[in-house]
């Protein structure tokens, strides 16, 4: 019986891994802070945009001479240069055809890849630290009209876009963020603008309290998506571009924590935020942000704003900390 390769328990030692040096003396890459990995995949997706529509407007250049040339030959006289123009006539038709197939999804791809990477970076930096935690997002997950409805913030929306729905805690309270954006009817004719565009934050309180409460904090120079649900609620109180709303004889200070309106102020409503509305229902807390398109757009052909995003990010977690009790 042959054992010259077979060990003892003795010799069946782990034998010491020798680390392979590193032939081509590079250190280990570290990973790109957000905003740089996002302007790095922007700049790219709109190189290769300025490419492609180089290489279309070249193709129709020289399809349009090519038209040029084939209708000369189809109108010839002579019969062979007229089968020579419809021979050439049907490969371009084919050529554009094949054309097309190949390229009508590469664009879309792109972008489609690029906003889910610009979404997931801005995930992660607004969400992917403590004391944030249990963070969930379903990429076709959308809200619907019907849950906002019952803030009484804003009335007449027709319709909605949502995205970024983000669902999780903070230090032990459940949240949900998304950005939207509340439609009302509009025509070809006459264009309305939005009731509301920007991000929105809600969570649940022990408050129990008969009404609602809307704190408005407004951008004096820009006062834009301002509540139009309130008619059924008193003018509490009016100072410096905040205004509280709620049930006529109503004090808000005996129903929320007494900083809460002194922390609020502490938002700056300026810049990229237009305006900030809060309503309060017993069980029930929400924030609307409304910001500029320089923030609520995915970046293309304009440079990642970090200054604004990052004002943007210090703004949600102020509203949640607000919301949460903090």
């Known amino acids: 019986m042959e054992n010259e390769d077979i ?9 010491p891994k020798i680390e392979e040096p590193n032939l081509d003396n590079e250190a280990p890459q570290e990973e790109k802070p957000y905003n ?3 302007e790095d995949a922007r700049k790219e ?3 290769s945009y300025s490419k492609t529509r180089k290489i279309s407007n070249i193709i129709m250049f020289v399809v349009l001479a090519a038209i040029v040339g084939i209708m000369f030959l189809v109108m010839n006289n002579n019969p062979v240069l007229r089968y020579i123009g419809f021979g050439c006539g049907g490969a371009l038709i084919v050529g554009m055809v094949v054309y097309y197939l190949l390229t009508r999804k590469k664009f879309p791809n792109k972008t489609r890849d690029y906003v889910s990477f610009f979404s997931t970076k801005l995930r992660d930096r607004m969400f992917g630290k403590e004391p944030y935690e249990n963070i969930t997002f379903d990429e076709s997950e959308k809200f619907a009209l019907a849950d906002f409805v ?12 949502s995205r970024n729905i983000i669902r999780g805690e903070y230090k032990g309270h459940h949240f949900t963020y998304g950005e939207l954006a509340l439609l009302r009817p509009s025509s070809r004719k006459q264009q309305v603008p939005p009731l509301f565009v920007g991000k929105y934050v809600t969570l649940p309180n022990d408050l129990e309290f008969e009404g609602r409460f809307v704190i408005v904090m407004q951008n004096e120079k820009q006062p834009y998506d301002l509540p139009n649900d309130v008619e059924d609620l008193k003018v509490l109180e009016e100072k410096d571009g905040l205004v509280v709303y709620g049930p006529e004889g109503a004090d808000i200070r005996k129903v929320l924590k007494g900083t809460f309106l002194s922390e609020l102020r502490k938002i700056k409503v300026e810049g990229r935020l237009f305006n900030v509305n809060v309503v ?3 069980g029930h807390s929400a924030a609307y942000l409304s910001y500029d398109d320089a923030i609520m757009a995915v970046p293309f052909d304009k440079p990642f704003d970090t200054a604004g995003f990052e004002q943007s990010f210090k703004d949600v977690d102020a509203i949640i900390r607000l919301l949460a009790g903090e």
């Open 7 to 15: 060990k003892t328990i003795d010799e069946q030692q782990e034998e």
């Open 36 to 38: 740089v990995a996002i």
């Open 45 to 47: 997706l709109f190189a």
């Open 150 to 161: 019952g803030d009484g913030v804003y009335k007449e929306a027709t319709n909605i876009n």
């Open 280 to 282: 309060v229902w017993g």
